[in-house]
Nanobody, 119 residues
Framework: QVQLVESGGGLVQPGGSLMLSCAASGIMFTIYNMGWYRQAAGKQRELVAVITSGGSLNYADSVKGRFTISRDNAKNTVYLQMNSLKPEDTAVYYC?????????????WGQGTQVTVSS
């Protein structure tokens, strides 16, 4: 059974940093594109950052230069380093694993971890 378990969320002051981790199990991690999404209260879920199975990176404009996504295939883990945090980064952050093969789209989500940026 597939599990994505996020950790590392919490309360941080504006300008501070947090690192989120997502440990995956039950999937062949190396072939999946891994992403972080977030959903603020009353808003739709939005893409934050993606790292493909080949290592290509993509970021939302709002986090470019502040957030860094990375993956450790040996540990089946994807990370999101968040620096210079702003109150508008407050949201529940979700880990995603996605793959498309043999005409089937595979898509899995973690349970989410709360990030609150406030003084």
């Amino acid at each position: 059974q597939v599990q994505l378990v996020e950790s590392g969320g919490g309360l941080v002051q504006p300008g501070g940093s947090l690192m989120l981790s997502c440990a995956a199990s039950g999937i062949m991690f190396t072939i999946y594109n891994m992403g972080w999404y977030r959903q603020a209260a009353g808003k739709q879920r939005e893409l934050v950052a993606v790292i493909t199975s080949g290592g290509s990176l993509n970021y939302a404009d709002s986090v470019k230069g502040r957030f860094t996504i990375s993956r450790d295939n040996a540990k089946n883990t994807v990370y999101l380093q968040m620096n210079s945090l702003k109150p508008e980064d407050t949201a529940v952050y979700y880990c995603n694993a996605g793959d498309y093969r043999n005409y089937v789209h595979y898509n899995y989500w973690g349970q989410g971890t709360q990030v609150t940026v406030s003084s």
